[in-house]
């Protein structure tokens, strides 16, 4: 290819592309041979940057300027201005709410600035669809050390001695798995990367999938040469199409180029892959279950021991590792186990990729090095909570992990002080909560989410789960008894300590945590039946204050269930027999009255109506030292 | 394609390396041609092309070529601007494609600046 002056990285991971970017892609390129620059500038799609709320995006090379929030129409604009004039576009960078001035440069915006690179080494910076970029960024060489220079014991031993552990949840060292599968006189051995990702709200792995699925082609074929296996599975949800397609092409690739297959590059080592898709079910996540999933059974799991190392696929040894696990075993073969055991904490090795989600400023996804603290990551490369809002909870490790208090915001994020604190690192889900989040509602959420995803096979989870449900639905309904939250917690416990799998012993984490930190607000909704945060319908009273309402009839026009009485110059009155606390009319409100509360847990004081309006004396015109201070 | 042994991998990868330089981040330098209205007009567009090709040509990999608006000596036009790592920056004026290679071998390749075709060495001051 000849020399290019630039190259224009757009980002086609999942979001952006929901976002349109192969619309811009599109423009792009028309513009791009409108001015004749096709020969000296290229435009690669590239898996996903990460900063998906700032999606479509795009970053130009060499100078790494980024530009978000991109729309077909800023195209021509952007072309001619920056591509080929030179001037990069300001209105098209990327503002933090609280400055005035864009931050042209990727590398300056405190999003990425906190954030260490190994699995996602390569994103935005390759195209995932050929191989050639993987290959380009030193892909392929930790297959080529292994293969050539070390024997599977080695290997065994350099990941053991790198202290890495299981990215998918529950944080089981990856050597010590590999070990064990290798020591089983039983063959053949399978290698299966396990890619159900089921968590709402996470899709870590998707995006290794789809930035940069070599990495995990690369990292699976170096567990199946340690453990001694020649075939391996890619179990991964249907409901990711682009990841399964990329998936696909990278695998197609990869044996076109003898990196998969028989005899790879002439070294005598045999191995190939295939996709399996998941039709979804939460549980596949499960090791046993994903095993039942393969094997074409219903997906429930089964006892262990023994452990799918021993007994797995097929009745064979079988190790399953996360997408993530997979993906930086390459770069510990390369830079080896000491120095990647420099990284995080004493028990916790290496980074973590976590998906920043909820009530947050940059919403996307992170990866980070293991002990860095919840306040790094919510303030500094969150850039905080939305509206001023105060920061309340952040529920990690997914639907099964716990809800972590604003009053543990120092905590260091590895395995131990999560678990410890209630959660746990889970496959790296992160949802922000801020003060208009209610933590009753919060634990329902998840618990419907958990029984409806239960399998069925064990008495507690299934009916346990109900049971949690039908307690939390009683709470938050304004119905909750005396005696009810230590029904929870016995019966979450109950859960815990009977049911055989990760489902069933983690889905009580939720409420469990919720008790142990917001317990009051349980007591309000119980003995006060008030919501703290206003949120449940049943605890909630929207009322029109009379001093402050100026008979706009705004929120009259708009009520769907025309609870509102009024006319001009009559404060408005909401009939709280009608009313369906929907909450349209605070919506409407002007900000500038600010009329409409939200009551919860008092009495709703009375109005009279047909009240004549106190208008609000209109303001002076500031003066010049008003507008400047 | 046939399957690649070791060595083909590694001629592979070395190939590949060469079309991903401008995604690694590492610069010794970096020649900015003036593109306002003024020096596309003047034939700022086949400056551009003849470093590009100067540089393919050259294989190497430390140099950023890149753009910028009218730097408002217009009448100069085609102007680009040199800047080398640790050295000021040097202004060349009413450049041809010709002049534009000699730049690259003298300035880039050889390290010295090409005297008669500068404005002057150094920017204006911001203020």
Redesign the interface.
């Known amino acids: 290819m000849a020399a290019r002056r630039l190259e224009l990285m757009l980002c086609t991971g999942t979001g952006c592309v929901a976002g349109g970017s192969y619309r811009i892609k599109r423009a792009l390129e028309e513009e791009i041979a409108r001015h004749g620059l096709q020969e000296e500038i290229s435009l690669v799609p590239t898996g996903c940057n990460g900063f998906c709320g700032q999606g479509p995006l795009l970053v130009v090379m060499p100078e790494r300027i980024f530009y978000g929030w991109l729309k077909t129409e800023d195209i021509p604009f952007l072309v001619e201005e920056h591509f080929l004039k030179g001037r990069p576009v300001k209105k098209l960078m990327f503002t933090p709410p609280e400055r005035r001035e864009p931050i042209p440069l990727l590398s300056d915006i405190p999003f990425f600035k906190k954030q260490m690179l190994i699995v996602l080494r390569n994103k935005g910076i390759i195209d995932p669809e050929k191989i050639d970029d993987y290959i380009a960024r030193d892909g392929y060489t930790a297959l080529e050390k292994v293969l050539t220079s070390m024997t599977p014991e080695e290997v065994i031993e350099e990941i053991i001695r790198s202290g890495l552990r299981g990215r998918g949840g529950a944080g089981f060292p990856t050597g010590i798995k590999w070990k064990v599968c290798r020591n089983e006189p039983k063959t053949p051995k399978y290698v299966i990367c396990n890619c159900d990702e089921g968590d709402p709200g996470a899709y870590m792995d998707r995006s290794v999938f789809e930035s940069d699925p070599h990495s995990v082609i690369e990292g699976q074929t170096i567990a199946a040469y340690a453990i001694g296996a020649s075939h391996g599975y890619i179990y991964v949800r249907t409901e990711y199409p682009l990841a399964i397609k990329r998936m696909q092409k990278a695998i197609e690739q990869a044996r076109e180029y003898g990196l998969l297959g028989e005899n790879i590059l002439g070294t005598g080592f045999s191995f190939d892959l295939e996709i399996r898709e998941g039709s979804g079910a939460f549980v596949c996540g499960e090791e046993t279950s994903l095993i039942h999933s393969i094997e074409g059974k219903s997906p429930e799991p089964r006892q262990r021991p023994p452990f799918p190392a021993q007994v797995g696929i097929w009745g064979c040894p079988t190790v399953i590792n996360n997408v993530e696990t997979l993906a930086t075993v390459p770069v510990i073969i390369n830079r080896g186990a000491e120095w990647f055991s420099k990284i995080g904490t004493e028990t916790s090795k290496g980074t973590k990729i976590f998906s920043l989600v909820g009530k947050i400023n940059n919403t996307g996804l992170i990866e980070v090095p293991m002990g860095i603290t919840l306040r790094e990551i919510i303030y500094e490369i969150g850039g905080g909570i939305p509206g001023n809002r105060k920061f309340k909870a952040v529920q990690t490790g997914g639907p099964s992990g716990g809800c972590i208090p604003a009053s543990l915001i120092d905590l260091p994020i590895d395995y131990e002080s999560l678990t410890q604190a209630g959660s746990m690192m889970g496959s790296g889900g992160m949802i922000v909560m801020d003060e208009d989040t209610c933590m009753v509602d919060v634990a329902k959420f998840f618990i419907q989410f958990t029984n409806d995803e239960s399998c069925g096979k064990c008495t507690v989870c299934r009916d346990g789960s109900a049971a949690l449900l039908e307690v939390l639905t009683r709470i938050t309904d304004g119905e909750g008894r005396e005696g009810d939250i230590e029904f929870l917690e016995e019966l979450a416990w109950a859960i815990k300590d009977a049911s055989m799998c990760g489902l069933g012993t983690t889905l009580p984490n939720p409420v469990l945590t919720t008790i142990r930190y917001f317990r009051d607000e349980y007591e309000a909704h119980i003995r006060e039946r008030r919501c703290p945060a206003k949120v449940c319908k049943n605890l909630i009273a929207y009322w029109i204050d009379p001093q402050l309402c100026q008979a706009c009839l705004i929120c009259k026009r708009e009520c769907p269930a025309e609870a509102i009485y009024g006319e001009k110059h009559t404060v408005h009155v909401i009939d709280q027999s009608r009313c369906t606390k929907c909450g349209t009319c605070l919506d409407v409100c002007p900000p500038r009255f600010g009329a409409v509360k939200k009551l919860s847990g008092e009495p709703i004081p009375p109005v009279e109506r047909g009240m004549r309006v106190e208008r609000k004396k209109k303001t002076a015109t500031p003066t010049q030292e008003q507008l400047s201070a | 394609?046939?399957?690649?042994?070791?060595d083909e991998?590694?001629r592979?990868?070395a190939?590949?390396?060469?079309?991903?330089y401008?995604?690694e981040?590492e610069?010794r330098g970096k020649i900015?041609?003036?593109?306002?209205?003024c020096g596309?007009a003047a034939g700022a567009?086949a400056i551009?092309?003849a470093f590009?090709?100067e540089?393919?040509k050259s294989g190497v990999k430390d140099i950023?070529?890149?753009?910028?608006?009218c730097a408002g000596l217009c009448s100069k036009e085609p102007m680009a601007t040199v800047e080398m790592l640790n050295s000021p920056p040097v202004r060349y004026v009413e450049l041809t494609p010709e002049k534009a290679r000699e730049i690259f071998q003298a300035h880039i390749i050889g390290g010295t600046a090409v005297a008669e075709y500068a404005l002057g060495i150094g920017s204006e001051r911001g203020g």
Request: glycine share 8%; charged share 25%.
């Open positions: 394609m046939a399957r690649l042994t070791l991998l590694r592979k990868r190939e590949a390396q060469k079309s991903i401008l995604r981040g610069f900015i041609v003036h593109m306002g209205t596309i567009r551009v092309s590009l090709e540089l393919e950023m070529i890149t753009t910028s608006g």
